[in-house]
């Protein structure tokens, strides 16, 4: 399967611990994105990249949560001291970045803090 | 914040009937996107269509676009059990994708 994959599927962590998630997005994707959506609302975008580079980041991410694409391939996002309003589900995106913008979603990683 | 708003926000129907739903934006676009979501999984891309586009089809769907009215709809047409599922919409402004809160089909056999 050459689709967008993403690990963990669910964490389970406590209030302040960090948690750190990869994404590795359809081979050859310039572009990647990472969203998160809470129970009953559609995903809300957090930030995104073209390779290697972050060009936008939401008013979302906060300082406790950061994200990188060091080689322009997989992703991570971290999110520091982690608060019970963290728990949502965190998808990533790629898309090929050049006129066809058709976002592919991965199956998401599910966030609770305790 | 979400642009999109999905209409209704909950749409029950047996098996063979059509399905509708609506959609509203805010601001300018570049394509509007509609996706597909099976109870906590991730979202399945099932048709977009360009901002200069009026109608589009695929399949079973058909996706109509009103700029003038910032709206568009999806036709689900002879409905499966298969289905059931969340549906969104979502704008697509140069790359960000802003969705809304979706609407939640049941098909019913």
């Known amino acids: 399967d050459t689709g967008v994959s993403q690990d963990p599927r669910h964490k389970i962590t406590k209030r302040g611990q960090n948690v750190t998630f990869r994404c590795d997005p359809i081979?050859?994707?310039?572009?990647l994105y990472w969203y998160r959506q809470t129970l009953g609302q559609g995903p809300e975008f957090l930030t995104y990249?073209?390779?290697?580079?972050?060009?936008?980041k939401s008013r979302l991410l906060s300082d406790r949560f950061s994200a990188e694409r060091p080689k322009g391939s997989f992703s991570t996002l971290e999110i520091q001291r982690t608060e019970q309003g963290d728990s949502a589900m965190y998808l990533c995106?790629?898309?090929?970045?050049?006129?066809?913008?058709?976002?592919?979603f991965g199956p998401g990683t599910r966030l609770l803090v305790l | 914040s979400q642009q999109g708003e999905e209409d209704p926000q909950a749409l029950s129907i047996q098996e063979g009937e059509n399905a509708t739903m609506n959609c509203s934006y805010k601001?300018?676009?570049?394509?509007l996107q509609w996706y597909r979501q099976n109870s906590g999984r991730g979202l399945v891309h099932l048709i977009l269509?360009?901002?200069?586009?009026r109608e589009k089809h695929s399949g079973r769907l058909r996706v109509t676009l009103d700029t003038s009215k910032k709206s568009s709809s999806l036709l689900i047409t002879a409905s499966r059990a298969a289905d059931t599922a969340s549906y969104f919409c979502?704008?697509?402004?140069?790359?960000?994708?802003?969705f809304g809160a979706g609407t939640q089909v049941v098909v019913t056999p």
């Open positions: 995106a790629s898309s090929p970045g050049t006129e066809e913008e058709t976002q592919y």
């Open positions: 081979s050859e994707h310039n572009r």
């Open positions: 990249f073209q390779n290697e580079a972050q060009l936008e």
């Open positions: 601001t300018s676009i570049n394509n």
């Open positions: 269509i360009r901002s200069n586009e």
């Open positions: 979502a704008t697509d402004s140069w790359g960000k994708l802003q």
